[in-house]
Structure formats: structure tokens, C-alpha cells
T-cell receptor, first 111, second 115 residues
Framework: GESVGLHLPTLSVQEGDNSIINCAYS??????FIWYKQESGKGPQFIID?????DKRQGQRVTVLLNKTVKHLSLQIAATQPGDSAVYFC??????????FGAGTTVTVRA | ETGVTQTPRHLVMGMTNKKSLKCEQH?????MYWYKQSAKKPLELMFV???????ENNSVPSRFSPECPNSSHLFLHLHTLQPEDSALYLC??????????????FGEGSWLTVV
């Protein structure tokens, strides 16, 4: 079946550096994508979303890039902070109400 | 604070017990969801309700029984569970079922351990 996947299960980044988390999806019909952050012991928290008619969207310290040609989604975090340590999930909207989630990338910020 | 509140946060139950998970959303949303999150696996959709009507049962065993008495409350009734049902159960809501542009907001989850 079609699914969303992440390139790397873990990412270690130095505090203050920029982080890039990647995600590959296979459903070319998906038109909406979301990034979530999940801290230990908590539920997933919405970070940023993007529709398929865009290729870039910026939030506060975060940018999502969408490359529909290669079905690739990325989340960039600027000036990574210790509070950014978490598991990051991408999700694609595969039909009306269904989101397909990746397995997650664990980001660890080194002081 | 996401506006979606789940209780209890932690639950340990025996395989013959009956328990319930509760979810309440304060966002005025019309759609509510139950997801299961197991270790090292992607989130799995279990049930979807829209305006108190169930619109999806994603091949979930009958030992899990959802209930949606109104658009702001959702329950998951648990009965004769198995140890492999131990997981984080996440409730979520969205403005409507049409998700394109409508974000799903999650609660903090209920950690369930079946012994």
C-alpha cells in the first residue's frame, strides 16, 4: 500500500544549527501534508502544514518544503534549541479524513 | 494545551477488566478520532466520528467499542483486551472530516498497559 516514510529514524544536531528532517511519500494524489512534533509523554503537536499547490511555507523558525516531482517533504528548523528535541512525524492526507503517518524521526539537540 | 483533553492519562488493566477512555474537545470541532500509537510504529487510525456518527471503523477488533454521545465527547470502551493492545491511545479532533486544510489536533493520549 501507499505510505509515508522518513529517510532517517534519528537526527543529532548541535544547538544553534539548522535541522532538516526529510520525508518521502508515495501517493501522488495527496494534496495536504502536515508536520507534527511529539515530545516524550505527550501527544503529537501540530507544527506546520502545506497544500499541494504550494512548494514552500514558513512559520516561526520552521519551513516546510514540498517537492511533488520526487514526492518529497522536508521540515527545516532554524537555530535548533534544546526544546526542539522530540520525534517529528510527517503525515499526508490520503483521502477526506485519513492521514497516513510516517514512523517518525527522533531529533536530539546537543548542547 | 491543544483543546483536546484525555482521561485517564495512564491505565493498567487486566485482560478480564472493563475500562473506558474519555476524550473531550473544547474546540467546537465536528469530527473526532481515535488513533493507536504503538512503539516504533506509525499512528494507526481506529475510529472516526462526524457529528456523532461513526464513519470509519478501521478493522478494529470488537474488544474496542467507541461511543460518541455528542460532538465534544468521545469514549473508547475496553473489554477483554490482550497484552498486545498495550499502547498510547490518542484522541483527536478536526473542524470537519474534510481534512485538506483542516488540521487534526491531538490530545495528550492515554497510556494503556494490559497485564
Amino acid at each position: 500500500g501507499e505510505s509515508v516514510g522518513l529517510h532517517l529514524p534519528t537526527l543529532s544536531v548541535q544547538e544553534g544549527d539548522n535541522s532538516i528532517i526529510n520525508c518521502a511519500y508515495s501517493n501522488s494524489a495527496s494534496d495536504y501534508f502536515i508536520w507534527y512534533k511529539q515530545e516524550s509523554g505527550k501527544g503529537p503537536q501540530f507544527i506546520i502544514d502545506i497544500r499541494s499547490n504550494m512548494d514552500k511555507r514558513q512559520g516561526q523558525r520552521v519551513t516546510v518544503l514540498l517537492n511533488k516531482t520526487v514526492k518529497h517533504l522536508s521540515l527545516q528548523i532554524a537555530a535548533t534549541q534544546p526544546g526542539d528535541s522530540a520525534v517529528y512525524f510527517c503525515a499526508e492526507n490520503i483521502n477526506d479524513y485519513k492521514l497516513s503517518f510516517g514512523a517518525g524521526t527522533t531529533v536530539t539537540v546537543r548542547a | 494545551e491543544t483543546g483536546v483533553t484525555q482521561t485517564p492519562r495512564h491505565l493498567v488493566m487486566g485482560m478480564t477488566n472493563k475500562k473506558s477512555l474519555k476524550c473531550e474537545q473544547h474546540l467546537g470541532h465536528n469530527a473526532m478520532y481515535w488513533y493507536k500509537q504503538s512503539a516504533k510504529k506509525p499512528l494507526e487510525l481506529m475510529f472516526v466520528y462526524s457529528l456523532e456518527e461513526r464513519v470509519e471503523n478501521n478493522s478494529v477488533p470488537s474488544r474496542f467499542s467507541p461511543e460518541c454521545p455528542n460532538s465534544s465527547h468521545l469514549f473508547l470502551h475496553l473489554h477483554t483486551l490482550q497484552p498486545e493492545d498495550s499502547a498510547l491511545y490518542l484522541c483527536a479532533s478536526s473542524q470537519d472530516m474534510e481534512l485538506s486544510g483542516n488540521t487534526i489536533y491531538f490530545g495528550e493520549g492515554s497510556w494503556l498497559t494490559v497485564v
